[in-house]
């Protein structure tokens, strides 16, 4: 299967350039480095390849967004002023993608048969990543479905996850309070 994500940016950049974006924002990377952090990132979902990665860093080199350097026989890229004032500017872009995608779910779960969007919930649960469906939208699914079973097995699953979710919040905010806070790295 192929997945071509939806990304707001005018056509300006693609999805792998924006992820050669996130990544370059670390600091200057070489092609081989910034492969293996998607496989790595995008581990069992994605499996990004040489011929997608490299044409993606030509591209942005040619469009000035990234500039490169040879260290001991390796290319490194790195984002120019061009490439961090775009990247400044891609808060929009990440508004756009998240209200673009809440909207799809939202429309998804609205509009779906109720078998289809059980399965859709059901397979949510099993990755764990059921909570990007508002609320609203699931309990409004999970109506349609008729077997009693199903809805109560559905929404005991969203109410753990969610409580967990409760709880981590509640742990950090305890953290805050005591003074004990960890930055990320």
Same mark, same amino acid.
């Given at each position: 299967? =192929?997945?071509?994500? @939806?990304?707001?940016?005018?056509? /300006?950049? *693609? ?21 293996? =952090?998607? /496989? ?18 030509? *591209? ?10 040879? *260290? ?5 890229? =790195?984002?120019?002023? =061009? ?9 929009? @872009? ?8 809440? $909207?799809?779910?939202? $429309? ?34 999970? /109506? ?30 305890? /953290? ?10």
């Amino acid at each position: 299967m =192929s997945i071509r994500p @939806f990304l707001p940016t005018g056509g /300006r950049v *693609t999805p792998m350039q924006m992820l050669i974006f996130i990544y370059l924002l670390e600091g200057p990377k070489y092609g081989y480095e910034i492969l293996v =952090s998607l /496989r790595e990132d995008f581990e069992g979902v994605w499996v990004p390849k040489t011929g997608s990665v490299y044409p993606a860093l030509k *591209t942005l080199l040619k469009k000035g967004f990234i500039g490169e350097h040879t *260290t001991e026989g390796k290319t490194y890229y =790195s984002l120019t002023e =061009s490439g961090l004032a775009f990247v400044s500017d891609t808060h929009d @872009f990440v508004k756009d993608y998240i209200l673009f995608n809440y $909207v799809f779910m939202k $429309v998804a779960a609205k509009r779906l048969p109720a078998d289809f969007t059980a399965n859709i919930l059901q397979n949510f649960i099993e990755l764990g990543i059921d909570d990007i469906i508002p609320e609203e939208a699931v309990i409004d699914a999970v /109506r349609d479905i008729e077997d009693d079973s199903i809805k109560q097995y559905l929404l005991k699953e969203r109410e753990r996850m969610l409580l967990d979710k409760v709880n981590a919040i509640r742990k950090e905010v305890g /953290r805050i309070s005591t003074g004990k806070t960890k930055k990320r790295n």
